[in-house]
């Protein structure tokens, strides 16, 4: 009888520590959801809610939002998924990029953003296209594709874009055709 019972506080005992071991695993579990979600996934580092500040260059300073990003350290490439970019010049000047995709690459500080690509600067003027390539070396921006450039008073549209932001100075490859609004002609 007495061999029983010590049976079954030993099983009772086993089953209250189970019990409160598997607890607080579920609950260390949630306490962790809110803060990174990090995920293998061909990649060495996976995030959501991605979030960077690149201010080592005096001539412009990035702040770069993902939904969701992956690193890749061997090719130092940074795979952006829902990207939104602002870029700040030393003058003051501020661009907001935004993509459906895009690449930072981490040693050059270069940058590709494609699908639905839309860049907006402080003044409003718009520009649209499918793609479109940054190297930081040059502080160049281009594209070959389709671009729409728009404001209050013009529409431009060309084949292929080069943006020399130094110079200040914008250049439209082909194809041009410009529409200005009657109101600006009056």
């Known amino acids: 009888m007495k061999?029983?019972?010590?049976?079954?506080?030993?099983?009772?005992?086993?089953v209250v520590i189970s019990s409160a071991l598997l607890s607080l695993l579920l609950l260390k579990e949630k306490?962790?959801?809110?803060?990174?979600?990090?995920?293998a996934d061909n990649a060495d580092l996976y995030v959501r809610d991605f979030h960077l500040t690149e201010v080592g260059d005096p001539d412009n300073t990035w702040?770069?939002?993902a939904d969701s990003a992956r690193y890749a350290r061997n090719d130092k490439v940074v795979i952006l998924d829902g990207v939104a970019?602002?870029?700040?010049?030393?003058?003051?000047?501020?661009?907001?990029?935004k993509g459906d995709?895009?690449?930072?690459?981490t040693d050059s500080k270069d940058m590709m953003i494609t699908g639905n690509v839309e860049i907006v600067s402080e003044?409003?003027?718009?520009?649209t296209t499918d793609f479109i390539r940054y190297s930081d070396r040059d502080k160049k921006a281009?594209?070959?594709?389709?671009?729409?450039?728009?404001?209050d008073y013009l529409t431009l549209r060309g084949v292929g874009l080069t943006v020399l932001l130094k110079q200040k100075q914008v250049t439209l490859l082909s194809k041009?055709?410009?529409?200005?609004d009657n109101r600006v002609l009056e």
Do not use: Q, W
Request: aromatic share 4%; charged share 25%; net charge positive.
């Open 142 to 151: 281009s594209t070959t594709d389709m671009v729409t450039l728009k404001n």
């Open 176 to 180: 041009v055709d410009a529409v200005i």
């Open 101 to 105: 995709e895009g690449t930072f690459h």
């Open 63 to 65: 702040d770069i939002r």
């Open 3 to 14: 061999r029983k019972r010590n049976v079954v506080i030993i099983v009772v005992i086993a």
């Open 123 to 127: 003044n409003g003027d718009r520009m």
């Open 31 to 39: 306490e962790t959801e809110g803060v990174i979600k990090l995920i």
């Open 85 to 97: 970019v602002a870029m700040t010049m030393s003058d003051g000047r501020v661009y907001r990029m």
